[in-house]
């Protein structure tokens, strides 16, 4: 069975996806994998031992610092977490010699205010972030870019919008 790594796999989605696991596995080939709750994504040797551990033939990249106030207080942090942390774990998979797919789940916060008339968005809309996690997040995915040209990552980059 192929394996599914999932960084953030203990925040709001991630929950979710570790209680989708069997069904996932029946229905995609996948098995979860989900680091341990104290995983520090900014932190290489974490990463490099998850990795190794893992040997993920995909990767659901969900880690983040995703609320909006706090990355006004603390717009530094945001993006150590969100940038550095993505940046991070690319250089695990370099060092592991790994070549997963990788989601990248980004937002779409990056859009920023649409005025109603231009709804609905679409991927042809450039991004115009109003904070600093969605500025965050539109580094990140340049990032995930430039990964994708000069390492040859497969990325792929999620845009989703508010979900409860």
């Given at each position: 069975?192929?394996r599914?790594?999932v ?11 570790q ?16 680091p ?14 998850q ?18 106030p ?8 945001t993006f150590?977490?969100?940038?550095v942390g993505?940046l991070?774990?690319?250089?695990g998979?370099r060092?592991a ?14 859009y920023?205010?649409v005025?109603?008339s231009?709804?609905?968005v ?12 969605a500025v965050?997040?539109v ?11 000069t390492?040859?990552?497969?990325v792929?980059v999620a ?5 409860i």
């Open positions: 069975m192929k599914l790594f960084t953030g796999g203990h925040g709001f989605v991630g929950q979710w996806i209680r989708m696991a069997d069904a996932i596995a029946a229905r995609h080939g996948y098995a979860i994998v989900v341990p709750a104290d995983f520090e994504l900014l932190d290489a040797a974490q990463v490099d031992a990795l190794s551990l893992a040997r993920p033939d995909a990767i659901l990249h969900l880690a983040a610092q995703s609320n909006v706090q990355s006004f207080r603390d717009p530094e942090g150590r977490v969100n940038v993505t991070r774990l690319f250089e998979l060092r010699g790994l070549r997963p797919r990788v989601v990248f789940v980004s937002s779409g916060d990056v920023g205010l005025p109603e231009q709804m609905p679409t991927e042809e809309r450039l991004p115009r972030p109003r904070n600093p996690y965050s997040k580094a990140a995915e340049a990032l995930c870019y430039q990964w994708s040209q390492e040859g990552l497969e792929v845009r989703p919008f508010n979900h």
